[in-house]
Each structure stands twice: as C-alpha cells, then as structure tokens.
C-alpha cells in the first residue's frame, strides 16, 4: 500500500506527541445525560429486591468511555417523581465541588462541561447528602479515560476487558448511621449483587467471566464502599501488571494481591497459561467480603463467547 507524503507527514506530526496538535486532531465531545432514578434493583441471583438510588435505574452506573483530552459533556436529571436531591461526582472532572457538583433538586437538571485532561479508571458518584447513603444505595459507576498516546509496550491492547465495581450491602437502606458507622453490611456486592459471577459459592448465579488460554484480561475495579479498602486477589493467578488510577505512567509488575482504597479505580492485567484451560477467582481477599459476596469467576476456557469483554459487553448484567 502507497502512503502519500501528506499523510506521511501527518503521522509524523502525530507521532511526535506534540499535545496542542494531538487534542486538536483527536478530541472530540462527547454528550452523556444521567437520570437519577429511585428504584428497585435485584441484589443478588434470587432476585431479592432492594430500594436503590441509580443512576439511569441500573447498579453500578453505565460506563462512560472517553479518550484523553476529550470534553464531557453532560447532562443530570432528576425528575420530580424523586423525593431526593441527587448530584454527580466525576473523579475525573477538575472544577469547582460547589457549583458543578451542587446537589440537583427533583424537578430539576444540571449541565456542565469538562475536559477530560488525565488518563484512568475513575469513580463516579452521586455526592448529595448523606453522601454514605446514596451511594451505598447504588449511585456510582466508572469513568474510563483512555490515553490519547494509545497502546504502547508498557500497556498493551488487552484481548479483553470487564468492569468490576464492589460495593457493600446494608439492608435497612433508611439506616444512614450505621452505614456511617460501618454497622450491620450484610454482603459485598459486584456490580449490584453479591455472588453476581459465583456459581461456585451460589447455585443461581448464572454468569462468569469469560476468555481464552492465554489472553490478556484487562480488568478495571472500582472500590464503592463506603468504609473498607478491597485486598484485589486473582486466586491460581497473579496480576501481571497493575495499573494504579488505571494509568500507564503508574505501572506495577508481578503482584498478589493490590489495596485498592475507598473511591479509588485501578485496572488489572491478567494472563491465564496459554496451553490449558484454567479458572481464577478474582477476590477481595479480605474473608468478610469474599465469603459474602465478593468473588469472581473468570474462566478462560478454547470455546468463549467471542463477544465477552469486547466493546459495550465490558460490564456484563
Ligand atoms: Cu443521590
């Protein structure tokens, strides 16, 4: 294939990473709207039903995925059928906590805009008071902000990718101090339920995660409790590599077990052996949240769904 000395030179400048011509070639907006939605949601693989707070009716939120350099623009509703004020609370967003990050009355909207100028996994969350309890009740998600520099040899293109967000379960969602307090959390929950990915630990869990001998996995965990770090374990694995704030600048080789802090995003490099099929258990280690929830069942097996942990399917329902 001829490439034309235009577009040679195009390269060139791109490649030389000069930041005012590689945001003004690639940045590009992009409009995402939240509507705050106090509902129902199944907690676990029996279907029993909690009173969450969501973003957009669904626990965790959906994955906003934007590119370095990026503008968000964005969009909260509150409909007046709500009976709270809710906010949004972007970990990526540098701007000012009392004016976009204000608490939105029901009835209501709020919109604003934000560069997304740093690269990683990022929380979000609904900050309105008490901030304890909306999001133990549900209002939080993960921002991914990819680097505009691409993969490169410290951060390889991952065959796949899932989302994985922990949160802790207290059943009397009215309970705002004992969630304060770290009192009575009856289960760790993955993304919405405990055991979400567990048909080991729990006979109705009906999911997994999925990928062939030898892939790279690249999972992106979000630490959502409300007061316990999560001691990140693959078990019959070791990360290959951790991305700490899901940053290839901030780059770890070889670990057991990473302490992910409260509100803290990190993303997760696993390689299963290439010549059999293996399954890891992707844990807090921490036993009061494993053995109530918090397991994950990655099977790398020859035949998985070619679809799994590819495009929108990074968080699976
Ligand atoms: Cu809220």
């Known amino acids: 294939m001829k490439i034309s000395k235009r577009k040679m030179a195009a390269l060139a400048v791109l490649s030389m990473g000069l930041p005012m011509m590689t945001t003004t070639v690639l940045a590009k907006t992009v409009?995402?709207?939240?509507?705050?939605k106090e509902t129902m949601t199944e907690i676990d693989?029996?279907?029993t039903q909690y009173p969450s707070w969501t973003f957009d009716g669904g626990v965790p939120g959906k994955v906003v995925r934007v590119t370095q350099g990026d503008v968000?623009?964005?969009?909260?509703?509150?409909?007046k059928e709500n009976k709270n004020s809710h906010s949004i609370d972007f970990h990526a967003a540098e701007v000012d906590v009392l004016d976009e990050f204000a608490p939105v009355k029901p009835g209501n909207t709020k919109h604003f805009k934000f560069v997304a100028k740093r690269a990683g996994t990022y929380m979000y969350h609904c900050g309105a008071p008490t901030m304890a309890q909306h999001i133990a009740r549900g209002m939080y998600g993960l921002i991914l902000v990819d680097p505009k520099e691409g993969y490169s040899k410290a951060f390889p293109k991952p065959d796949r990718e899932y989302v994985l967000v922990q949160g802790q379960y207290f059943p009397n969602a009215e309970d705002k101090d004992a969630m304060i307090e770290n009192r009575g959390w009856a289960g760790a929950l993955i993304n919405g339920k405990m055991f979400n990915y567990d048909p080991v630990h729990d006979p109705d869990a009906t999911k997994v995660l999925q990928a062939k001998p030898g892939e790279r996995v690249r999972i992106y965990f979000v630490n959502a409790n409300i007061n316990m770090?999560?001691?990140f374990h693959p078990i019959a694995g070791i990360w290959d590599r951790v991305y700490i704030n899901g940053n290839p600048k901030n780059v770890l080789y070889d670990v057991q077990t990473y302490n992910v802090a409260?509100?803290?995003?990190d993303a997760f490099d696993i390689v299963?052996?290439?010549d059999r099929a293996t399954n890891n258990a992707i844990v807090d280690h921490t036993m009061s949240a494993a053995l109530r929830g918090a397991i994950t069942v990655l099977m790398n097996k020859p035949d998985a769904d070619p679809n799994a942990g590819k495009g929108d399917n990074i968080l699976v329902r």
Do not use: Q
């Not at 409009?31 to 705050?36: E, Q, R, S």
């Open 72 to 79: 968000v623009d964005f969009e909260l509703i509150n409909p």
């Open 229 to 231: 770090p999560v001691a």
């Open 272 to 274: 299963s052996p290439a």
């Open 45 to 47: 693989n029996k279907g």
């Open 31 to 36: 409009h995402v709207t939240f509507t705050a």
């Open 262 to 265: 409260v509100a803290e995003a």
